[in-house]
């Protein structure tokens, strides 16, 4: 299907979400199983921690492109406290590449199978969107008040917000330094794009002014906004929720809301229209098949169309008291990018980088 036919394909869809059918227990991506064989699926699933550099030991995992190939992540300094410089590397079949990006907790937002990364940098106190593309660190243009890139689909066009606050929703189309303003709901007090198919869907959420919860929002290739829904039960006007990232037509977020009795995952399908909660402690990303990574504590987690499996860490799982998180997952969902406990030094509590690699 043409990029243009998808286009008007997804630009017809509702907005909303399918969720998974969730087995107990912890299973292997495509299988049904008994405890056993879940357990024997789940040690296959084979875990790499990435470079560490020399006089570093904390390593955060931040993006990864959809293909799984690129894993953007940064590295913090033995006393995280000494220099708020936070160095980022993308790593591809294990060859690591240092994407030199001055000022201070700079950090990828979003990165595509070409290598073109995109993220932000403080720089004299003010937060400065970046895109990295064949080697070239570029500014983007966000004004005066700066602002951040979130995101980046295979055709180069990237996503994220203008401003301070109110911040604005862009969208710096492919080869462009310019934003172009993404529309917000009237009673919106600000706003940002989070992810962008690639179709052109872009995803995001704006402030409510009634009460300063987060709404979630949609706008289609032509820059036509819409809310997105809640799942059957959760009154939208007393909802905080805002999508991390779109795949496909599938969406995946975060939901607090009175009903939820706390922080739950949501899982939209805009083909179906349809928005559910996921069993996960915390959300990352999602794949075409409306896979899910994130955490059941204190695992690293993926809920698949029909079971739950968790990941293995680098330590006793009750010894783990931070947790580890799945922050994305492949589009064939045999490689979650994330991050893991590694125990503590004389700072305090260190997390690594790694990915898993499972078979499928």
């Known amino acids: 299907m043409s990029r243009t036919a998808r286009r008007d394909l997804k630009g017809r869809r509702a907005v909303a979400a399918a969720a ?14 008994s405890a056993e ?45 000494s220099d708020f410089a936070r160095p980022l590397r993308l790593y591809q079949d294990g060859e690591v590449t240092d994407i030199p990006v001055p000022g201070a907790d ?24 970046f895109v990295w593309t064949e080697g070239k660190l570029e500014k983007l243009d966000a004004g005066e008040g700066g602002g951040d890139a979130r995101d980046v689909n295979e055709a180069g066009d990237i996503v994220g917000s203008r401003g301070d606050y109110p911040s604005v929703p862009v969208l710096w189309p492919a080869g462009e330094s310019e934003p172009v303003d993404l529309p917000l709901p009237k009673g919106a007090l600000s706003g940002t794009a989070t992810s962008i198919d690639e179709d052109g869907t872009i995803v995001g959420y704006y402030e409510d002014a009634l009460n300063g ?26 909802a905080h929720s805002y999508p991390k990232e779109i795949d496909e037509g599938w969406v995946v977020g975060y939901l607090r809301a009175p009903e939820t009795d706390g922080s739950v995952g949501i899982l ?18 999602v794949n075409p098949d409306g896979w899910v ?22 330590v006793d799982p009750d010894d783990n008291w931070f947790g580890d998180q799945g922050t994305s997952i492949s589009d064939d969902g045999t490689q979650v990018a994330g991050n893991v406990f590694a125990g503590e030094n004389e ?14």
């Open 268 to 285: 939209w399908n805009l083909d179906e229209g349809t928005a559910e909660t996921v069993k996960l402690d915390t959300t990352g990303s």
């Open 106 to 129: 700079q950090s990828v937002g979003g990165v595509n199978s070409e290598g073109t990364a995109v993220g932000f940098s403080f720089i004299d106190g003010v937060q400065i969107p």
């Open 213 to 238: 919860n987060y709404r979630p929002y949609v706008w289609d290739a032509d820059g036509e906004g819409a809310a997105l829904p809640m799942p059957d039960g959760i009154e939208p006007g007393t």
């Open 347 to 360: 700072y305090g509590h260190v997390l690594n980088a790694v990915v898993w690699n499972c078979r499928k």
């Open 37 to 81: 064989e879940a357990q024997d699926a789940a040690a296959e699933c084979v875990m790499t921690t990435l470079p560490i550099p020399e006089g570093t030991s904390f390593t955060f995992t931040t993006a990864a492109s959809d293909d799984g190939s690129i894993v953007a992540y940064r590295t913090y300094p033995a006393d995280p406290n």
């Open 20 to 33: 998974a059918v969730l087995a107990a227990g912890a299973v292997y991506p495509g299988q049904a199983a």
């Open 293 to 314: 990574s994130g955490s059941v504590d204190p695992y690293a987690a993926v809920v698949t169309d029909s079971d739950r499996f968790k990941l293995p860490g680098a």
